[in-house]
Structure formats: C-alpha cells, structure tokens
C-alpha cells in the first residue's frame, strides 16, 4: 500500500531541487462558494508558477493521499458534497476508508514535509481558541508545526482566535514567528494584530531556511504576511464582528469542528463579503511571497 | 544491560504474527483489592486466549521491564507491600533501584509499542484533571499516546477527569480516538459520556491500524468501548458520587499521586462496591474486544 | 555549513569518555554585571576542572554555536552590548545573521545533547509564569527537556514563575525531577518550596542516567540543588519582594523576553543585591555537584 502519491511533475522538481510551494485544501472544499472556490485554486497554481515556482495542492481523493492534484480533482474538491476536512488524526481513518478529504495546515504540512517540500502557503493557521481553558479547543496546527520541518507563509492566525495566546504557544513550542517585512503581526483581515514580531525579509527567510537545513530542531518556521492593504478590513469593525460572530455561535451551541466554518459563514454575512474578498486577496499574496521565498532558497542553496 | 525483557512467548507470537494483546499492571497493584486482583488479571489472560491472541501483562519486576509476565509475578504485584505504580518518568529510577513496580497506561504504551505489541487493552485512561488550570494537573497518558504507535482499548477516560476537556487535548496532540460501536464517547462507569464520538467496528479498526502501519504518525488510536449494560452505573447518580468524592478529598487535602486511589477507594464505598464490579467486567470486555481486533489485523494483514 | 563547534578539548574529552558538564551562557549577558559575569563564568571553569571534569561554556560567536567558549569569548559576552538571549527559537535567525548570543536553559540542553554531552550546570529553569492562562506564557525550557536526553543540575525553577505548576507539567511531559539529598524541592533563592519531591544522590543520579542510556526515553532529567545555606533567602522576604517586583512589572507594562530581566533587577535592588550573591552561589554549588555526578557516571560506567 502507498499511502502517499506524488505526481509526477513534482517528483521531478524535488529531484532537480526546483523550488516547490505546498497549498492546502480546506480552502477549497471549505473556505469558499463555488466557483469561487475552484478558480482561486488554479488562479494560485498560475500565480505560484509565474513566480518560477510549482505549485503542489495536496488532498486526499479516494483514499489517496495526493501532492500535487491537476484539475479535475480541484473541480471535485469545489463541488461534491461530503468532502471531509481532514486534520491529522482523521487521516488515517479517511485513508482507510477511501474517502475524498481536503487537508488542513497540519495535514499538509505533514504530507509536504513527508515529500521533500520546504515552502507552504495558506491563508490563517490555526491556534488557540478564545474560550481557553474553559474549553481547551487548541488547534492541532500549533502541534505539527512544533514537529515538521517546513515554513508556512500564512497572513497570520486565524482572527477568530485567541492571537497572543497563540503566539505564547507557538514561543513554548519553540517555533520561529517572523513578519514579512513588518515589525507588526498580521492580524489575518487585518495588516496589524497590535503585537510586535521580529522581521524577515524573503532572501532572510529563504537564508534561514537553508540554515535549518543543517539543524536537527524540528520546528517549522511561521513568516507572516500582511493582508494587502486594498483588501485589508478596518481592525475595529473587524473585531467587533468577531465578537457579534462569537456570541452567536455561543446562542446557537456551535462547538467543536462546526465552530471556524460557523464563524467564516458569519463574517462573511456580516462584512457584505468584504471578509472573503479579504481572504481572496490575502492567499493570492501569500502563494506569490512563498513562491518567491521558494526560489530565493533553491537558486543560492 | 537489557532493560525490556520480553517473555519467550511474546518473542516467538512477534516473530510469526500472532496477535498480542498487551495489559497494564496498575489494575493488579493498586486498582482492586486482593484476590480479586490476581483472579481478574488471570481471569483476562483467559479471555484474551479464548479469542486466539496472547496476553502480554506488563511489569516492572526487580528492576527488569518484563512484556509478558507469569502469575507468580501476578501473586507478588497482587499481594506485596510497596509495589511503585509506575509513570513513565518513574521508570528510570525504578530500574535502577531494582525495584518492583506496576505499570501505568503510559508506561504499558511504552513498553509495548518498544516490543512491537500493536494492541493494548485497559480499563480507562488518565487525563487533565477537573481543577485545570488552578492545579495544572495532566496525565502523561496523553503525551505518551501522542507519542507511541499503539491502538489502546479502553472504556473512555476516567470520569473522575474532565472528560470534555481530554477530549480536545486529544485534538489537540493529534490523537485519533473512536467510539466502539456507538457514536457517543463511553463515560467508564456509564456507557454515555454524553459526548459524540465517531463510530468503529472492530474490523474497520483493525483495518486503520494497518493503515497506520504505512504512514509515519506518531501518535497512538483510542478506541473507547461502552462498559457493558449490565455493569453500567446510573449517569446521574455516579456523577453525584464523583462530585462528594472530589468534595472529600479536597476537604482532607489529598494531592498528586495519591488523589486517583483515594477518589476510587472512595466512589468504591458509596456505591456498595458497584464501582468495583464496573471496573472488572469493562476490563474484562475491553480485552475480549482488543483481541478480536488484534486477531482482526494479523488475520488479514 | 558546519552549525555545531566543538572546542578540541572538549572533542578528545568525548572520544576519552572524560567527564564533561555543560554550562550555559545567558547568566554572563543578561544574568550578572560586570565584571561579576565574567569573574564567575571563569571561577565555574575552575571549579568544574577541580572536581575532574572538563567544563563546556556553550554560546553563539558570529554565527558559529559553539561547544567550549574561550577567556576571549567569554570577555566579549560579558562586555559586549547588543549580544542576543538565543532561545531555541531564535537559534536559526541568529546562526543566518552570524550575530553572538548567549544561550538560554533550552538552547544550551539542545547543543549539548548535539554535541553528546550528559551533564549540565545552571541556575534556575523556564516554566509556567505565574498569569497563565491569562497569558500562556510558558518557558520553551519545558518543551526542550522532554525532548533532550540530558541531566539539568539547576537549584529549582526561577521563583519568580509558578513552581508548583511548572512541576505539574514536568510530569505531564514526563521529565523525572529530583531534590539533591532533599525531599523538599528547592525554591531557587531558597533551599525548600514547600513542596516534596523524591530525593537522590550524587551515585543514584549517575546510576539512572547509566539506565537511561539503555531506554530510548526522550526526557532530560532535572535534579535540584538547594542554595547553600550560607547564601539563602528568608522564603517569607523572597516571597514578597518577587510580588512586589511582579506588581511592578504589571504597572510598568513589560511584556515577554523583558520580564525576567525586568523582575530579576528589581529583585536585586529590593534585596540589597543578595538575590546576586544567592544565585553567584548556587551556579558554583551546581556546576560542582553536577562535575561530581559527571564523574561517578563516567567512572562507574
Ligand atoms: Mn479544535
Ligand atoms: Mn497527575
Ligand atoms: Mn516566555
């Protein structure tokens, strides 16, 4: 049994060390409304591309681990009902059962780092949840970034999250935050969290890279990039709809996986859509940062 | 210096496939009072024969870790003074004191997935304890299951914990965990935590074992089987005894290790000893249900 | 690009199976002043070689991490301004920019390991802060230990931080802890906690990390030292004056890395600079007993 399939473009660019940028799934089956959905996942493989770059989604389809997934299997991912969003601890299970499963940051960062893959790009990353330790709902993305070996180029956390706890996690688990050319932690929609971070410029990131390239630590290194600044949301009105989201989430007794899609659909509503032009705006941005940072590392290796 | 000693039973069934199931020593030493500990553990050594596997009881015996131990080391853990219930973090110093020491689910996972043992059943599991985080109690079950490559049977967490919150550690850690036949997470005394759980039979579990046999997971699957119906303690009433227990032992100022078998030695007396006859018949089903899905795997494997 | 220097004498000292105690460098940059720093890293020196062990300084020169600093460097960490506190996530960032850094509890336990050293003197260790969950701010010195095969001799956990916690989660990552010929933990500035602890000696410590080379446990092992009476702080004056320089530190708004610096200055002023000669005292009493262990481990191996 081969759990993992690598396309054959892909393997070939491991192999004559081309740079590669990992993009994850969820946003596909889970992020956005078709067709949405499927032209903003072969608009990033365009936009990784024009960068020198190849671009490898990874999902699972029937039961099939897949880096580096063409069209049809996008077009799937964006339109058949009950595509599974697949943490780390649903893979096996989805696995086993050959179903068709989009992956999350932690998923894809495992199944990149399994294929030789250095460079990732997504849109938030998981954390920790506001209601902590009330309830104790800690992203598994914090767990497997402290335990690949990877760097994840993201707009920041996931807003709807509990920022500086996250970053206090991601400080214990000894894994590198840097901003991308900002003194500023992102804020996901926003370009400012309001916390100060270390900067990082790509030939510095890609620099750092190939450092970690002669370290044993096992960490990832998280870089994040500011949303670009005309689809940036205003950070009070942001967070005033987080917090209307949040309540309403508590009236409704969402919890566990139906929280973040619950909240996204939320925001959306509630921005008039500004929140996914965002969230549009922010993925194209980081594919091309990650790109670029991807072929800064392999042209000076 | 050889540490594991591993029974010549348990050598050859590794050697030509024959399932194993392994069986933690904490039960015997310090989980029920004597004889009825030593007829349980060999009462289980029984059943788990009758479904075509081979027992692998673990303990730490004059400083040896042995896999697989004979009942006149099961009359010792059964009836001497002075037995350490040993955590993971215990075992080097018991080894070197040349102690004789029980085995906890941590330690258990350990010395079996060392031994190439795939399959372990117990009765319920540690967890983050419910003062969390006034006492930053956790057990290091949780990082250990995180950690082993094991399929452990148990009939949930110990409802003494705060199960909800154990539960999203488990996320958290990237832990699978499953219900056995039921889609509601087992409460140990009571059959319904009153959690959703996803539901496995014991051929798909053994199935999303091999399938794990392909991936490089770290992490150890929980599979969480219902006491059986005519064991099962009353919800509501069993809560209300687990809250005066808690009660009690804060009154008299228990603490650390000693809490779990104080609060058990208490819920024991005010439910006439039901507790204690929950317990056995749990054990004795969760290792029926861990053979079959041992002898599952190597069957088809 | 060779990341790891290890000094020729501390080289021939691994070939040889000499004794060697790690030491880390952060308490010559940011713990004393001048010329105190660097009167005590040399004296630590001494004191290691007197008890027939090879001492290991271990910092960040221009980029180059180094296993075994010399006098000169050792002068320019104590003078030199702008020398960077290398935790183990800064490491990457200040190996890339070829900067000098002392290095922290976590980075000096992770280049020891590296480099194949098992002993290593320090003050105090990283914990939980006392605001958690507030702020989830919790030392990555937790996370390195339980994942570095090293014995950290250190005189308890940095009192400014919530000690009896912080003991709870070494047992949840399962990192043994012991009190040196003690069963009260030490409290840093003063020789009991108040809390107990399983208490071993100079032989037993060097006889459980012989064990531990025979487990593949990952855990680093801690034993605490008490203050030597001589030098220790009155627990009741300690305790108030760490809660005043706490409040203060909470009026004056410093936040992350500025903390302990912040807390560690205000401690010594309100002392009358005997938090100075305390922790002045217990480096030297460490690095002794931790060369005394090194040597039982090293001669009976
Ligand atoms: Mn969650
Ligand atoms: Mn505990
Ligand atoms: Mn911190």
Tied chains: 1, 2, 3.
Aim: proline share 4%.
């Amino acid at each position: 049994m081969k759990t993992l399939q690598v396309s054959n473009e892909i393997r070939e660019a491991i192999i004559e060390q081309k740079p590669i940028v990992a993009l994850e799934s969820t946003i596909i089956s889970h992020g956005l409304p078709y067709p949405d959905n499927k032209e903003v996942a072969l608009r990033i493989h365009d936009i990784v591309r024009e960068e020198g770059a190849v671009p490898a989604t990874i999902a699972i389809i029937n039961g099939q681990l897949k880096v580096g997934i063409d069209e049809e299997d996008i077009e799937r991912l964006a339109t058949e009902e009950g595509i599974v969003k697949t943490s780390l601890r649903d893979l096996p299970g989805v696995l086993t059962k050959r179903r068709t499963g989009s992956t999350t940051v932690a998923t894809t960062s495992y199944a990149a780092s399994q294929a030789g893959i250095r460079f990732f790009a997504t849109g938030g990353i998981g954390g920790v949840h506001r209601e902590f330790p009330n309830s104790m709902d800690v992203s598994n993305d914090l767990i497997t970034l402290a335990n690949s070996n990877i760097c994840v180029v993201s707009a920041g956390i996931k807003s709807i999250l509990d920022v500086p706890n996250t970053l206090e996690m991601f400080e214990t688990l000894g894994v590198p935050v840097y901003g991308y050319e900002t003194t500023r932690y992102p804020g996901f929609y926003t370009t400012d969290s309001g916390i100060n971070v270390e900067s990082i410029t790509k030939e510095e990131a890609a620099s750092l890279m190939r450092t970690k390239d002669h370290l044993t630590l096992d960490q990832s290194v998280h870089i994040a990039v500011p949303v670009p600044e005309e689809a940036a949301i205003d950070p009070d009105w942001m967070q005033s709809i987080i917090l209307e989201a949040l309540e309403e989430a508590k009236k409704q007794q969402i919890t566990g996986k139906d929280i973040t899609p619950f909240l996204l659909k939320t925001i959306h509503e509630k921005t008039n859509g500004q929140s996914v032009k965002a969230n549009i705006a922010l993925i194209k941005n980081n594919a091309k940062i990650a790109a670029q940072i991807a072929s800064s590392y392999y042209n000076t290796n």
